[in-house]
Nanobody, 127 residues
Framework: QLQLKESGGGLVQPGGSLRLSCTAS????????IGWFRQAPGKEREAVAC????????NYGDSVKGRFTISRDNANNMVYLQMNGLKPEDTAVYYC????????????????????WGQGTQVTVSS
């Protein structure tokens, strides 16, 4: 089982930015598609942004398109989520998840395709 660790969460004002990081100690990290998901209190866990193992394919949730960017650095086993233009409705626990499956782009952000999950990091957007 892949051990994933998120970092970078915190409190930010509306309109601000945060960068989340996800890392794993696994030399075959580049084989894993990575997804960022979030869960707000009382709501279902939803997809935010997802990236293929090679970084050539990305997919985003509709509510974050144009504001969030996912990227990865396989040499350092890192995946990043740059979040700009944050809104109060972005407040949630953010999780990174991994899968060894080779997914087509439209399946990249399907929550049930992911097998390994981190513990999550809290993002709070509030003035």
């Amino acid at each position: 089982q892949l051990q994933l660790k998120e970092s970078g969460g915190g409190l930010v004002q509306p309109g601000g930015s945060l960068r989340l990081s996800c890392t794993a100690s696994e030399f075959t990290f580049h084989y894993y598609a990575i997804g960022w998901f979030r869960q707000a209190p009382g709501k279902e866990r939803e997809a935010v942004a997802c990236i293929s193992g090679a970084g050539s394919s990305m997919n985003y949730g509709d509510s974050v398109k144009g504001r969030f960017t996912i990227s990865r650095d396989n040499a350092n086993n890192m995946v990043y989520l740059q979040m700009n233009g944050l809104k109060p409705e972005d407040t949630a626990v953010y999780y990174c998840a991994a899968t060894r499956k080779s997914l087509v782009t439209f399946r990249l952000c399907v929550r049930d395709e992911y097998e390994d999950w981190g513990q999550g990091t809290q993002v709070t957007v509030s003035s």
